[in-house]
């Protein structure tokens, strides 16, 4: 197995246990590997540091998937999944999600954070959506495949293998069972809500489950409210607002075939009397909204990432501006914004500091109610800040 040896100033973060390895604290290779080989990680010393898999094609070299000197096999992935799966059902029983037992939508593996690198698993029903998104992923996959198969017994394993970030690991993008087969468009169970999801055609794998949490946090704004959501793709934040006892709810999402999933939900659901879902740029709606002088007990904003590097940052910035801006406009007096961030590269205080500055401008106070992040079934690595990534504030506006 080759020896990756790290340059000696480089060592304390990934000794402090952060999982990856850049190109630039790599001091030399020793003996012959393969991008996605699981190599040895050394200090500079020669001192043991972890075992991971190495791509040099990657701004990620080396992705460690153990602190011990063990072998990376099948009987290592078992056991990591099997204890990613311990967790939710520890999670789901001690009412840190909903539901009780093995729950059967959640993450059931969230990469870094439960020790398989860029490994994600999301759990449908009967179904799983796995993502591979580095070289050395990919090599382990059908083992870790077996492993869910095994353990979770799962009707079908599909992959959602087209995020961009494989290409630049020299992967192919592609969309496919993996194991078994049935449709792509499934109906679960989202708090007492059926909906209806695409995981062929969605966005990521084909619901946003880091947000469960937050859908529920909502409850108390709710009743009788005149709520709208703004970016609301198929309509999970105002499916709930609804059932929470919303008196009107207003959906807009840019994507039709999204409106059309939501709307279908909304009918299912019995809701379609309280909900509207209209297709248009929640940029311009917000606008025309405010033109019109329109009023909401409660507006809710969960964006897609503005910024996917730190380059975009700055004008990330200014559309998170842009939308907080609009949206408090819409607040009547003693009302609520609830406002989301996914983009990692805006931390929690630059955000903060954006609607701090949108609310002066609009001549507007906020009272932070809570401050919350991503569901706890997608754990965050204390170590490695990047697998916190989500931001929720609930925020009441004077």
């Known amino acids: 197995m080759a020896e990756v040896r790290l340059v000696g100033r480089r060592t304390r973060r990934v000794e402090q246990g952060h999982p990856w390895v850049f190109g630039t604290e790599i001091e030399e290779i020793r003996g012959e590997a393969t991008p996605g080989d699981v190599v040895t990680v050394t200090d500079h010393r020669g001192r043991f540091l972890g075992r991971g898999y190495w791509n040099p094609a990657s701004q990620i070299t080396v992705r460690l998937l153990t602190r011990e000197d063990r072998p990376v096999d099948a009987a290592f992935l078992r056991e990591r999944v099997a204890a990613a799966g311990e967790h939710r059902r520890w999670l789901s029983a001690s009412g840190l999600t909903a539901g009780t ?14 020790g398989l690198p860029a490994i994600v698993v999301d759990r449908f029903g009967d179904v799983l959506v796995v993502q591979a ?38 992967l192919v993008l592609e969309k496919r069972w993996l194991r078994g087969c049935g449709s792509t468009r499934l109906v679960v169970e989202d708090t007492d809500l059926a909906i209806e999801i695409d995981i062929e055609g969605g966005q990521k794998t084909g619901y946003f489950l880091d947000q469960a949490a937050n859908r529920r946090a909502i409850a108390p704004l709710c009743q009788g409210a005149r709520v709208l959501d703004a970016f609301c793709y198929t309509g999970a934040f105002a499916l709930h607002a609804a059932r929470y006892g919303a008196a009107e709810v207003t959906g807009v999402e840019i994507s039709s075939e999204a409106v059309a999933l939501a709307t279908a939900n909304a009918d299912r659901n019995h809701l379609g009397d309280r909900v509207r879902f209209q297709v248009g740029n929640a940029f311009d709606e917000l606008r025309r909204l405010a033109r019109e002088r329109q009023v909401f007990d409660l507006v809710l904003l969960d964006p897609p990432s ?24 819409l607040v009547r007096p003693g009302g609520f914004l609830v406002t989301s961030s996914c983009s990692y590269h805006l931390s929690e ?45 609930l925020l009441q506006v004077f």
């Open 306 to 329: 503005f910024a996917r590097s730190r380059a975009a940052l700055p004008g990330a910035i200014r559309g998170y501006k842009e939308i907080n801006l609009r949206a408090l406009a």
């Open 101 to 114: 037992g093995a729950p059967r939508l959640c993450r059931v593996v969230n990469g870094e954070a439960d």
């Open 349 to 393: 205080e630059t955000f903060r500091d954006v609607l701090v500055d949108a609310a002066g401008d609009a001549g507007r106070r906020l009272r932070l109610l809570e401050a919350r992040g991503q569901a706890p079934d997608h754990p965050v690595l204390l170590a490695a800040p990047e697998t916190r990534y989500l931001k929720c504030l």
């Open 133 to 170: 998104l580095a070289l050395g992923a990919e090599r382990l996959l059908p083992a870790v495949l077996d492993a869910l198969e095994d353990l979770l017994a799962p009707g079908g394993i599909y992959a959602r293998n087209d995020a961009p970030v494989r290409g630049l690991e020299g």
